[in-house]
């Protein structure tokens, strides 16, 4: 086995080329989530197609509604009813219920919410809610539920567009 010629010299060490390594290694996974996260950024899109098979957990049919603190938007077909009050601003229950009914009444989306509250073992409303919508959540979620619906909702991005709609 070789011996180094004099006790008092140092060996050679490898911990700066590990540490190179490191370096080199942590740079690279920084670059690699910055283009990652850039790519699923771009051109962020909300698709929402017509005809959805039920799960098998849950054999209802989704009916999806898209609310964004003023109109309420069904989707894919795009049929809208605006709220020109504040829901959140009427003083009681019973006149938000009326104001709420008042709006949808003689509507398409109104008639096709009523389909909805009669078939309600096939069929349930999934809100899709944008930031400036989240205030006034719990009047538009407590109408459908006095109406007998089934309803759940999923934050949205601001930034997301409605494909084939508008």
Same mark, same amino acid.
């Given at each position: 086995?070789? !011996?180094?010629?004099?006790?008092?010299?140092?060996?050679?060490?490898?911990?700066?080329?590990?540490?190179?390594?490191?370096?080199? &290694?942590?740079?690279?996974?920084?670059?690699?989530?910055?283009?990652?996260? #850039?790519?699923?950024?771009?051109?962020?899109?909300?698709?929402? #197609?017509?005809?959805?098979?039920?799960?098998?957990?849950?054999?209802?049919?989704?009916?999806?509604?898209?609310?964004?603190?003023?109109?309420?938007?069904?989707?894919?077909s795009?049929? *809208?009813?605006?709220?020109? *009050?504040?829901?959140?601003?009427?003083?009681?229950?019973?006149?938000?219920?009326?104001?709420?009914?008042?709006? &949808?009444?003689?509507?398409?989306?109104?008639? !096709?919410?009523?389909?909805?509250?009669?078939?309600?073992?096939? *069929?349930?409303?999934?809100?899709l809610v944008?930031?400036?919508?989240?205030?006034?959540?719990?009047e #538009? !979620?407590?109408?459908?539920?006095?109406?007998?619906?089934?309803?759940?909702?999923?934050?949205?991005?601001?930034?997301?567009?409605?494909?084939?709609? !508008?």
């Amino acid at each position: 086995m070789a !011996r180094l010629a004099d006790e008092n010299e140092e060996e050679i060490s490898l911990f700066p080329m590990f540490n190179i390594l490191a370096c080199t &290694l942590g740079v690279m996974v920084f670059i690699l989530a910055t283009v990652a996260t #850039v790519s699923l950024g771009a051109d962020k899109a909300v698709e929402i #197609v017509a005809n959805v098979d039920p799960g098998e957990d849950d054999p209802r049919t989704p009916i999806w509604l898209e609310w964004d603190g003023q109109d309420l938007t069904l989707l894919p077909s795009g049929e *809208q009813a605006t709220f020109a *009050q504040a829901l959140d601003e009427i003083s009681t229950w019973e006149a938000t219920w009326a104001y709420m009914s008042g709006a &949808l009444s003689g509507t398409r989306l109104g008639a !096709r919410i009523a389909d909805v509250g009669l078939d309600t073992e096939n *069929q349930y409303i999934v809100l899709l809610v944008r930031p400036e919508g989240f205030d006034e959540l719990p009047e #538009v !979620r407590g109408y459908f539920e006095f109406l007998g619906i089934d309803v759940g909702y999923e934050p949205i991005d601001p930034t997301w567009q409605r494909l084939g709609v !508008r």
